[in-house]
């Protein structure tokens, strides 16, 4: 026989207030409408809306304010935030720098302005920085920016550097430099390059050629100077930082394929080989394609040895269709014209900036040859140069 489905009570051994409730069921059991009214109360400021007030408060776009807000699901009021841009407003940052930090770094307005973002900026200040220069390390640094070890890292950097800017100009290339651990890598890293015979100077330098490289670990940097030595550049040679961000940049195998290219198309021995790289590492790191090209450009249409060309291996890197191709061209004319000598340095008219070469080659010969200017400027753009051979 079949049960027909029947209500289950819960029956209370007492009175309802002797149960044992939480204090917050007792309230809401108690004084229901009060609870709903307190609940009302409290909408508002759980609806504050992040992204309308990114973008009209910290001049976010619409895909920046959405991205952000994300970070800052928490916030029910704008009172901290509010506070934070007046701050930076004081610091004297711009609309555009404001955005630029926020869209960075959304959390900065949530940052403790007594605790950590005041003491920061005024640290900074101390060192040099002015508020556009702190403004640009907010953006570049995001998170980073407001952590206790900030400052110290900044403070390191600066001697190297020598400036602000320039310490700014390399971060924006690897902002690791404001990131990485300074006990464990970049202490270690700098000092080991100093032990090598690196000045300040050269390892700033060497930090914009190879940007990561003193912030990877202790151990890839000595086997990248290991490397350098193997390449046949002394530790003392100005060339060495070359090598080095070259040997930090590549790995052996494609070092290996690369100087197998310039030795089948050049012919060169073990001995020249080590020569061009010792003049000019970084040839190794031009592509295959690059040095094929210009070394049979070299050889079969200017007509200079490999001998010559490996003692000023530099003119492997320069760019075939836009220095190579036209300088020749304007060469070729000058010597049949009999304006330049027949033996003239080829080095010499290819390695001068373009300001130089223009003042030296092309402007004082623009009457002799008509069209000079013209058909180098076609070549530089990839055109067939207009006749000038009548």
Not at 48 to 64: E, K
Not at 206 to 227: I, K
Not at 264 to 285: H, N
């Amino acid at each position: 026989m079949l049960l027909s489905p029947v209500p289950i009570l819960f029956l209370a051994a007492g009175p309802l207030a002797a149960v044992h409730f939480p204090a917050r069921c007792r309230l809401r059991l108690r004084f229901p409408h009060a609870v709903a009214a307190a609940a009302a109360a409290t909408t508002p400021e759980n609806n504050f809306a992040v992204q309308d007030y990114l973008i009209a408060n910290c001049h976010l776009t619409q895909p920046q304010a959405l991205k952000a807000s994300k970070n800052l699901a928490h916030l029910k009021s704008p009172a901290n935030a509010d506070a934070v841009l007046a701050f930076l407003d004081g610091l004297g940052f711009s609309p555009k720098e404001v955005a630029a930090a926020v869209a960075s770094n959304p959390r900065i307005l949530c940052a403790r302005i007594e605790r950590s973002l005041a003491p920061i900026c005024a640290e900074l200040r101390a060192l040099g920085l002015s508020h556009s220069q702190i403004a640009r390390l907010a953006k570049i640094a995001g998170r980073y920016f407001l952590c206790r070890s900030f400052v110290s890292k900044v403070e390191f950097w600066l001697p190297l550097f020598g400036s602000p800017e320039r310490l700014l100009q390399a971060s924006d290339w690897n902002y690791w430099l404001l990131t990485s651990d300074l006990e464990k890598v970049v202490e270690p890293n700098v000092a080991f390059l100093k032990q090598c015979g690196l000045s300040a100077c050269d390892i700033s330098k060497l930090l914009v050629a190879a940007p990561r490289l003193v912030t990877m670990h202790p151990e890839y940097v000595q086997d990248s100077v290991r490397r350098a030595t193997q390449l046949g550049v002394s530790p003392g040679s100005q060339m060495f930082r070359h090598a080095i961000s070259t040997a930090g940049c590549i790995g052996q195998e494609k070092v290996d394929a690369k100087i197998a290219v310039l030795r089948e198309t050049l012919g060169w021995s073990q001995e020249e080989v080590s020569l061009a790289i010792s003049k000019a590492p970084r040839i190794l790191v031009a592509s295959e394609e690059r040095l094929r090209r210009n070394a049979k450009f070299l050889v079969n249409e200017v007509g200079l040895a490999p001998q010559y060309i490996a003692r000023r291996s530099v003119l492997l890197m320069y760019s075939l269709e836009r220095r190579l191709m036209p300088r020749h061209l304007v060469v070729k004319l000058l010597k049949k014209r009999r304006l330049i000598e027949e033996d003239r340095c080829f080095f010499n008219v290819v390695a001068p900036t373009e300001e130089k070469f223009l003042e030296k080659f092309v402007a004082p010969f623009e009457e002799c040859i008509p069209g000079l200017a013209d058909a180098y400027d076609s070549a530089c753009a990839g055109n067939a140069p207009a006749t000038t051979e009548q």
